[in-house]
């Protein structure tokens, strides 16, 4: 079944940095793009960025331009986020979460929401 | 970017009720809008997409409306399973949002 887990979240100072991976399995990696989404401590959802499938186009939300990458290696299946100049306002809980709809065979990504998403690994900024 | 808004916050149902929850967008979006569901500790699940499509597996009491700016999210008759928060999410352009979240809990 389609299945994705996150890893490398923990505590970390302010100022430093994190990478967290998402592995995926269970469907074409490579067919789908493949998103962030955190959430805060009791609080609700934050969409944070998009890499298409081939890892060509990527968005972020405003809050982590310029501090966050969003990359991908469809050789192993999986997603990447690199977290720089981290502060107390990233301590949460970050899910990947998977396109709903592949490309198609014209190399389209069609519109849609998420579909399936990781059970989150949580971050905690912290001196 | 744009604003989602949902309404109530927090809804107080017995297991039966027909319950309703709106989501208002700033700007028109069509009809690509999202709902997902979920429960403490666990990922959020897609109920809706495309404002009124029913997720894969999803129970046919929810059902989702609406286009431009108005949506509302339907529960037919509320069930036990169904106590959780509610997000509602915009997929027009990037970046995406989400509504606060409306948290239905037992009356």
């Known amino acids: 079944q389609v299945q994705l887990v996150e890893s490398g979240g923990g505590v970390v100072q302010p100022g430093r940095s994190l990478r967290l991976s998402c592995v995926a399995s269970?469907?074409?990696?490579?067919?789908?793009?493949m998103h962030w989404v955190r959430q805060s401590p009791g609080k609700g959802l934050e969409w944070m960025a998009v890499?298409?499938?081939?890892?060509?186009?990527?968005y972020y939300v405003d809050s982590v331009k310029g501090r966050f990458t969003i990359s991908r290696d469809n050789s192993k299946n999986t997603l990447y986020l690199q977290m720089n100049s981290l502060t107390a306002d990233d301590t949460a809980v970050y899910y990947c979460?998977?396109?709903?709809?592949?490309?198609?065979?014209?190399?389209?990504?069609?519109?849609?929401?998420?579909?399936?998403w990781g059970h989150g690994t949580a971050v905690t900024v912290s001196s | 970017d744009i604003q989602m808004t949902q309404s109530p916050s927090t809804l107080s149902a017995s297991v039966g009720d027909r319950v309703t929850i709106t989501c208002r967008a700033n700007?028109?979006?069509?009809?690509?809008l999202a709902w997902y569901q979920q429960k403490p500790g666990k990922p959020p699940n897609l109920l809706i997409y495309k404002a009124s499509s029913l997720g894969s597996g999803v129970p046919s009491r929810f059902s989702g409306s609406g286009s431009g700016t108005e949506f509302t999210l339907t529960i037919s008759s509320l069930q036990p399973d169904d106590f959780a928060t509610y997000y509602c999410q915009h997929y027009y352009s990037y970046a995406w949002t989400f509504g606060q979240g409306t948290k239905v809990e037992i009356k």
């Open positions: 700007q028109s979006i069509s009809s690509w």
């Open positions: 979460a998977k396109h709903r709809v592949g490309v198609t065979v014209f190399g389209v990504a069609p519109k849609g929401p998420t579909d399936v």
């Open positions: 890499i298409s499938h081939d890892g060509k186009n990527k």
């Open positions: 269970g469907f074409t990696f490579s067919s789908y793009g």
